[in-house]
């Protein structure tokens, strides 16, 4: 896989996941495991999601390798590979079987798989999969208590079947506060946190219910497939400093398959905003660079959408 690094730099012309829909049955949360005391998924896992084979998801991976340092990715060693056959042996995988030394693919490996695997599918495979990343990080992390909590009525179950019915309101509750997904008005993202600053725009883009504009001088095809995440109906627009030859063309190939995105040039502004509806976000940050150095965001409760583009037109 080292040599194979220096080797490969091009980015896969063709996706991995051809299948038209995702496989809904499949459970992903078990699939993640503790390797070397951090939260990894195995290749063969992951092509299952994907619908493909094991060796092809491999393939595209190698040709981008230099998207996959070692903490985004390493090959289990034979007794680690040896104790993880004996725990699927136990739960009966459809895996048990493999023979070669199995690549783990940590969080930041899982969510670098979105910049090589281009098919829809593949996209919507890896959300689920980091979702489910970050939804078993964020409970282990910050429900304790809630933990406990569940604990204490789990044995109350057992040892009061009277009390079924209090029991079940207070499960209920409980994941009620779990699932709530109210995005904050200000905070700061840290380097590293690379799909918790993808994660938090993309909500701010799938709430818009009548427009999105972004002013931001750096833009790129991802900042494209972020605009995409958004409702039907919703308009997009990108004041952008420069338009390169290569981006209008990869512009105008997303418009001819996508719901229409408006690019306009706009020399003005220094900082980035993003305009949901009527909100207003000021991003520390270029769109297709979150994650990678520390950046702030603030919702900006004194001025409006209509307010900004004025500005803009003058």
């Excluded at 063709?14 to 939260?39: F, H, S, W, Y």
Aim: glycine letters at 4%; aromatic letters at 10%; charged letters at 30%.
């Amino acid at each position: 896989m080292a040599k194979e690094r220096e080797k490969t730099n091009g980015m896969a012309k063709e996706p991995v996941a051809n299948c038209d829909q995702l496989p809904e049955v499949i459970n992903i949360q078990p699939m993640i495991r503790i390797i070397r005391g951090k939260q990894v998924m195995l290749d063969r896992d992951l092509a299952t999601i994907y619908g493909v084979e094991t060796k092809r998801l491999n393939e595209q991976v190698k040709r981008n390798i230099e998207r996959f340092p070692d903490d985004f990715m390493f090959q289990l060693t034979k007794e680690e590979f040896e104790e993880w056959k004996s725990q699927i042996a136990t739960s009966k995988s459809i895996i048990m079987g493999a023979r070669k030394l199995p690549y783990a693919f940590t969080e930041n490996g899982v969510a670098m798989l979105s910049s090589v695997l281009r098919s829809q599918t593949a996209i919507e495979a890896n959300i689920r999969i980091m979702r489910a990343f970050v939804s078993m990080r964020h409970f282990i992390a910050t429900n304790a208590q809630l933990f406990q909590r569940l604990e204490t009525i789990e044995y109350h179950q057992l040892e009061m079947k009277q009390h079924q019915d209090v029991t079940d309101k207070r499960i209920d509750e409980i994941f009620k506060r779990l699932d709530a997904n109210i995005p904050p008005m200000q905070g700061i993202f840290y380097d590293g946190q690379v799909f918790d600053a993808y994660r938090f725009i993309a909500d701010l883009i799938r709430k818009a219910k009548q427009s999105i504009v972004l002013i931001d001088n750096y833009v790129d095809e991802t900042v494209l497939a972020l605009l995409d995440k958004r409702e039907d109906g919703v308009s997009a627009t990108v004041y952008t400093q420069h338009v390169s030859n290569q981006f209008q063309l990869d512009i105008d190939r997303h418009n001819a398959q996508y719901p229409f995105i408006e690019i306009k040039r706009f020399n003005k502004a220094h900082d980035r905003f993003l305009l949901i509806d009527d909100e207003v976000y000021h991003i520390g940050a270029s769109i297709k660079d979150l994650g990678k150095k520390w950046f702030g965001f603030t919702l900006m409760r004194d001025i409006t959408t209509t307010e900004l583009i004025n500005k803009i037109q003058d």
